[in-house]
């Protein structure tokens, strides 16, 4: 059954990619406008990110840092005991943000040329 199932799902993959307007990439399905709120939005949620973590650009390598006994980063590894994250995993997540807004301004460069 679940190999019938993954044919069928793998068929319908193969007949949507045959058509001209159908793409692989959500992005690239979106409107002009819509991109535009969407990376509006995906700035916002970067910047609340830092925010909450109390993240600044000038201290964004020391924070990668273990050892660092800046007042700056035992404040951001106070706050990630009490949400439960390691350091890595803040950092991961920074980087998966910040890719987003990447691959948002890569569609809106691909618009517009």
Known sequence: MQEYRSELVAEVRKRRMARHDFSDNLLNELNPQSLAMFHERACVELSDFRNY?????????GLANPYGEEQQHIVFKELCY?????PEQVLD????????IYDIEDVIDHHFE
Do not use: A, G, P
């Not at 997540?93 to 987003?100: A, G, N, S, T, Y």
């Open 93 to 100: 997540f920074e980087f998966i943000l910040q890719k987003r």
């Open 53 to 61: 973590f109390h993240w600044d650009r000038d201290l964004s390598d």
């Open 82 to 86: 009490v949400n439960k994250v390691t």
